[in-house]
């Protein structure tokens, strides 16, 4: 049998196979404990996952979704504040008492951390703000805002002839 | 003749020769990379001037997962081929890449006060990382735990090894699992998510950090054969 790696003794051939095996027992061992672990290491819920009942109601729970467009209602006084989480499909409302963080907006993705009562709204404990993976200087960012809604009433025009 | 570079005496000459140009080359690059990042490129739409600790936070966590990669390689070489030169890298590899981890969720950590509004939250992505920064430690207790250094290093080799596996899961958990972090900018197979004129700078910074952790690397081992010449002069002498 010609050997595969030439230059390498039987003896740290050996070896080789030693360390192949480890990486390779290792990841399997790895994987299938994360592949069993899977959901829960999942930071938040999601608001279809809350509609479908997969979060546990009375415990401290994360969901995380977009704040609705024109849900944010603030109290005239004090920082009582409440919004609408949503991915799309379905909605959380989320009611918190705080200081939120700087990149709380509309459209905005937050994680909210609280639990939910039995009517179905998240008192929050934390408000966590997330952001998205792009960075552009905002002269760019206006331009590409402008393109879009320069498209959208090509569009529309487009439409209503 | 060209292998000299495994003996003891070869990587010492090796690094005595390389270590200090490395070293000066990535201050050069240091200034230029902080330079065009702090002072030439754009403030960000979303985070106004905020942003720029990412031209140390992402080149940080960039080289933590580099340095695990080379720190393995050496654990790897030293495991098969019992070479002591090898051992020796690997060690020397172990504190600078857990600098720069340590590097990275510290900065991590700063920008996510203000960002996220948390210093820290247990999602995958930040707990994947702090257990690399736990395994690099490890595999630096191991190696000073044995008597005999050549032992040690044969033990905390396998440790580094076996960590190599949560290089990916760092890297991809931000898209295997939601977490607080957001996902790749600028490592991913589609064209990055930064602008021009703010990702130069970043790559600059890489490239800096990079030469620095060579040369960092070369410089730790020349201190390692400096300390341990009993078990060189064995070496020699065998």
Not at chain 1, 32 to 52: C, G, H, K, W
Not at chain 1, 83 to 98: H, I, K, N, P, S
Not at chain 1, 107 to 120: L, M, N, S, T, W
Not at chain 2, 92 to 121: E, H, N, Q, R, Y
């Amino acid at each position: 049998m010609s050997a595969p790696v030439p230059h390498l003794p039987p003896a740290a051939r050996r070896r080789a196979i030693g360390v192949l095996a480890l990486l390779v027992g290792v990841a399997l061992a790895v994987g299938l404990a994360l592949l069993a672990l899977r959901e829960n290491i999942n930071l938040f819920y999601s608001p279809s996952q809350v509609a479908a009942g997969e979060a546990p109601t009375g415990r401290v729970v994360r969901v995380g979704g977009l704040v609705e467009q024109g849900s944010v209602r603030r109290a005239a006084e004090g920082l009582d504040v409440e919004f609408v989480l949503t991915d799309g499909a379905e909605r959380v409302t989320v009611r918190y008492r705080g200081i939120l963080p700087d990149l709380f907006r509309e459209g905005q993705g937050i994680v909210a951390q609280g639990r939910i009562g039995p009517d179905g709204v998240l008192v929050a404990e934390q408000v966590l703000a997330k952001h998205d993976e792009n960075y552009m200087p905002p002269r760019v960012a206006e331009a590409l805002r402008e393109a879009h809604e320069r498209g959208v009433r090509g569009a529309a025009a487009e439409g209503g002839r | 003749m060209a292998w000299t570079f495994l003996t003891t005496r070869g990587l010492d000459g090796l690094a005595a020769r390389w270590a200090p140009r490395l070293l000066a080359v990535s201050a050069l690059l240091l200034v230029a990379g902080l330079y065009g990042g702090l002072v030439l490129a754009p403030t960000d739409e979303e985070q106004g001037e905020a942003y720029r600790i990412i031209y140390v936070h992402v080149p940080a966590a960039w080289l933590s997962l580099y340095g695990y990669v080379a720190m393995a390689a050496f654990g790897a070489v030293a495991l098969i081929w019992r070479i002591r030169v090898a051992e020796v890298m690997m060690a020397a590899a172990a504190p600078v890449g857990a600098a720069f981890t340590a590097l990275a969720l510290a900065t991590g950590s700063i920008w996510g006060k203000p960002m996220w509004g948390t210093w820290w939250v247990w999602d995958a992505r930040l707990t994947s990382e702090l257990i690399l920064l736990f395994l690099y430690i490890g595999v630096m207790a191991l190696r000073a735990a044995a008597e005999d250094p050549r032992a040690g290093a044969r033990a905390a080799a396998i440790l580094a090894l076996a960590g190599v596996v949560n290089v990916p899961i760092v890297h991809f958990s931000v898209e295997w699992w939601n977490t607080l972090h957001q996902g790749p900018t600028v490592t991913r197979l589609a064209a990055p998510a930064i602008h021009p004129a703010m990702l130069a700078p970043l790559l600059v910074m890489a490239a800096a950090f990079m030469v620095y952790h060579a040369g960092a690397v070369l410089l730790r081992a020349r201190c390692l054969l400096a300390r341990e010449p009993a078990a060189a002069l064995a070496e020699e002498a065998a």
